[in-house]
Antibody, heavy 116, light 110 residues
Framework: EVQVVESGGGFVKPGGSLRLSCGAS????????MSWVRQAPGKGLEWVGR???????DYPTPVKGRFTMSRDDSKNTVYLQMNSLTVEDTAVYYC??????????WGQGTLVTVSS | QSALTQPPSASGSPGQSVTISCTGT?????????VSWYQQYPGKAPKLIIH???KRPSGVPDRISGSKSGNTASLTVSGLQAEDEADYYC??????????FGTGTKVTVL
């Protein structure tokens, strides 16, 4: 069974930065595509980005240029570096093990709060 | 990229069926057979229940099914049970390595 665990959430002021981590087990991590999906309080799901097994990544327009995903296969970990944060980035951030077109296994999420 | 449109709520009595629609455009739902559905209980992480329009992951009961016609995908839950009361989200590949989620539907078992 694939297990995914996020960490690194917390409180940050607008304009600040935060790095989230995501560890995964129960899979061949070096072959895994991983994604981040967020959910603002009381709102729906929003795709935040994906990193492929070779390290290339994709992002939607709202976060492109501000968010960067990276991975360390030796640690079975992916990272989400978030810069220039705004209050609209406040959300629970979920890390997921991804198929090409779907999100197969989800972590429990980590809360990011952006507030002055 | 606009969110896919789902009804805010749906309901049914135990044993009945409920169908949730997910409407997009020819650039997402209508353009690819890459619609997935997720079930989410309050305070919990979403769970994949359908992928590639109709495919069920291992462990998902066969009373849950997916379909698509044109720009609208649908999720049907047959034989409603109390445990089906949850939020449901659709998601579609939208081309150019992008994904778009639906607005979400709260299913209530009466």
């Amino acid at each position: 069974e694939v297990q995914v665990v996020e960490s690194g959430g917390g409180f940050v002021k607008p304009g600040g930065s935060l790095r989230l981590s995501c560890g995964a087990s129960g899979l061949t991590f070096a072959d895994a595509w991983m994604s981040w999906v967020r959910q603002a309080p009381g709102k729906g799901l929003e795709w935040v980005g994906r990193i492929r097994n070779k390290g290339t990544s994709d992002y939607p327009t709202p976060v492109k240029g501000r968010f960067t995903m990276s991975r360390d296969d030796s640690k079975n970990t992916v990272y989400l570096q978030m810069n220039s944060l705004t209050v609209e980035d406040t959300a629970v951030y979920y890390c997921t093990w991804s198929g090409f077109t779907y999100f197969a296994s989800w972590g429990q999420g980590t809360l990011v709060t952006v507030s002055s | 990229q606009s969110a896919l449109t789902q009804p805010p709520s749906a309901s049914g009595s135990p044993g009945q069926s409920v169908t949730i629609s997910c409407t997009g455009t020819s650039n997402d739902v209508g353009g690819y057979n890459y619609v997935s559905w997720y079930q989410q209980y309050p305070g919990k992480a979403p769970k994949l229940i359908i992928h590639e329009v109709t495919k069920r992951p291992s462990g998902v009961p066969d009373r849950i099914s997916g379909s698509k016609s044109g720009n609208t995908a649908s999720l049907t839950v047959s034989g409603l049970q109390a445990e089906d009361e949850a939020d449901y989200y659709c998601c579609s590949y939208a081309g150019s390595n992008n994904f778009v989620f639906g607005t979400g539907t709260k299913v209530t078992v009466l």
